[in-house]
């Protein structure tokens, strides 16, 4: 029987920042980077990087990083933590003026910040909004000033990596901006404030993409290949209509572009994130004329077009793709090398598990996998 590479897991991750993510790998980094160790590689495609996490810790690493993502805010964080050269000091004072502006009612206060009223409810004639307004009115006046300041793209992409974590810290979420809770959490009340991100000087020459995957994976030469897709819903009573990945997080979009966009819902959305203009092929919950998901074949020639030799994919038990489908497409594409499972509810990493049994752990729910693929031809 082939060794398992979890009997010898020597890589603990290192640190990384993000903000809260409905699909961070924070946990599994361990695992994907001891995977990759064992692979032997030194570049890296991130295809779907999110919030960079993963990124960040290969070029920590020493790796050779490609980061990819379709959202322009995790393309400001990749720009942020992989391509800046210059050290925190040089950020401090700028930093540090940011924080000391006098706040001012602007079109972030207008649709997103509220006061507090009758104690720490909202009261039946306020809106839900994601921040008090004191933080609403410090996010006006620094977003103001980083465009007043005309610093190089970089430059900028590190002060709003800042600027979004701060407002990270004291939002009034679960998480994510498709809906917000209807009493002030406890660290809403706290002050923004920007902090220099734990930037990463490498020697390594690092690259920053903002391309759909399918569009560009026939053409990124790369070791190995990280795959974490986002995720269609098995449910079948879910409707055709629903929010996706580009709504979750469509204020942070606006934080980077400062475009004052058309919004609409409760939760004043852009417009562009609109589950009908925003949907990914990879959450795609229909079928294609050839009665397959329409998920399976783009995760199918995702693989097969990529070229790299070695692809380590990240699935959930809740993705739209099915065990037994997912698992062909990956026996076409080459060798299954390992699979690792992770048990979310119970926050630990089960054993590894053979291609028979991973079907069978699929059918629980809150299961993420991490599949080693050796390709084996294109």
């Given at each position: 029987?082939q060794?398992?590479f979890?009997?010898?897991i020597?890589i603990e991750?290192?640190?990384?920042e993000?903000i809260?993510?409905?699909g961070?790998?924070l946990?599994?980094?361990?695992?994907?980077?001891?995977?990759a160790?064992?692979?032997?590689v030194?570049t890296v495609?991130?295809?779907?990087?999110?919030?960079?996490?993963?990124?960040?810790?290969f070029?920590?690493?020493g790796y050779?990083v490609?980061?990819?993502?379709?959202?322009v805010?995790?393309?400001?964080?990749?720009?942020?933590y992989?391509?800046?050269?210059?050290?925190?000091?040089?950020?401090?004072?700028?930093i540090?003026h940011?924080?000391?502006?006098?706040?001012?009612d602007?079109?972030?206060?207008?649709h997103?910040?509220?006061n507090?009223?009758?104690?720490?409810s909202?009261?039946?004639?306020?809106?839900?909004?994601?921040?008090?307004i004191?933080?609403?009115?410090?996010?006006?006046?620094?977003?103001?000033?980083?465009?007043?300041m005309?610093?190089p793209?970089?430059?900028?992409?590190?002060?709003?990596?800042?600027?979004?974590?701060a407002?990270d810290?004291?939002?009034?979420?679960?998480?994510?901006?498709?809906?917000?809770l209807?009493?002030?959490?406890p660290?809403?009340?706290?002050?923004?404030?920007?902090r220099?991100?734990?930037?990463?000087l490498?020697?390594r020459?690092?690259?920053?993409?903002?391309?759909?995957?399918l569009?560009?994976?026939?053409k990124?030469?790369?070791?190995?290949?990280?795959?974490?897709?986002?995720?269609?819903?098995?449910?079948?009573?879910?409707?055709?209509?629903?929010?996706?990945?580009a709504a979750?997080?469509?204020?942070?979009t606006t934080?980077?572009?400062?475009?004052?966009?058309a919004?609409?819902?409760?939760?004043?959305?852009?417009t562009?994130?609109?589950?009908?203009?925003?949907s990914?092929?990879?959450?795609?919950?229909?079928?294609?004329?050839?009665?397959?998901f329409i998920?399976?074949e783009?995760?199918?020639?995702l693989?097969?077009?990529?070229?790299?030799r070695?692809?380590?994919?990240?699935y959930?038990?809740?993705?739209?793709?099915?065990?037994?489908?997912?698992q062909q497409v990956?026996?076409?594409?080459?060798r299954?090398?390992?699979?690792i499972?992770v048990?979310y509810?119970?926050?630990?990493?089960?054993?590894?598990r053979?291609?028979?049994?991973?079907?069978?752990?699929?059918?629980?729910?809150?299961?993420?996998?991490?599949f080693l693929?050796e390709?084996?031809?294109?």
């Open positions: 029987m060794q398992t979890l009997d010898d020597e991750a290192p640190s990384t993000g809260k993510y409905t961070s790998k946990k599994l980094l361990p695992y994907i980077l001891s995977l160790k064992k692979c032997n030194d495609f991130d295809g779907f990087s999110g919030s960079t996490r993963v990124s960040q810790a070029a920590k690493l050779q490609i980061s990819n993502d379709i959202a805010w995790s393309k400001t964080f990749a720009q942020c992989l391509l800046n050269d210059r050290p925190a000091a040089y950020y401090q004072p700028i540090d940011l924080n000391h502006l006098p706040g001012i602007g079109w972030f206060t207008e997103y910040g509220t507090v009223q009758n104690g720490n909202l009261s039946s004639k306020c809106t839900k909004r994601p921040w008090q004191h933080n609403t009115r410090k996010l006006d006046a620094i977003r103001s000033e980083i465009d007043k005309a610093l793209e970089i430059e900028s992409a590190v002060l709003l990596t800042s600027l979004i974590l407002m810290e004291v939002d009034s979420t679960l998480g994510h901006y498709a809906s917000y209807n009493e002030w959490s660290r809403s009340h706290k002050t923004m404030t920007m220099v991100p734990s930037l990463i490498s020697d020459k690092h690259t920053v993409l903002q391309k759909d995957i569009s560009i994976c026939d990124i030469e790369c070791d190995l290949a990280y795959f974490d897709p986002p995720y269609g819903s098995n449910n079948e009573k879910m409707p055709p209509s629903r929010v996706r990945y979750y997080y469509h204020l942070w934080i980077c572009l400062n475009d004052r966009p919004i609409f819902g409760k939760a004043n959305r852009r562009d994130s609109s589950d009908t203009v925003a990914s092929v990879f959450e795609d919950f229909r079928k294609s004329e050839s009665g397959r998920v399976v783009a995760i199918e020639k693989i097969r077009n990529t070229r790299a070695y692809i380590i994919l990240s959930s038990s809740g993705g739209r793709a099915t065990a037994e489908e997912l990956l026996e076409h594409s080459g299954i090398l390992d699979i499972t048990d509810r119970k926050n630990v990493m089960a054993q590894m053979w291609t028979n049994e991973w079907i069978r752990e699929s059918e629980q729910p809150n299961k993420e996998f991490l693929l390709k084996t031809g294109n």
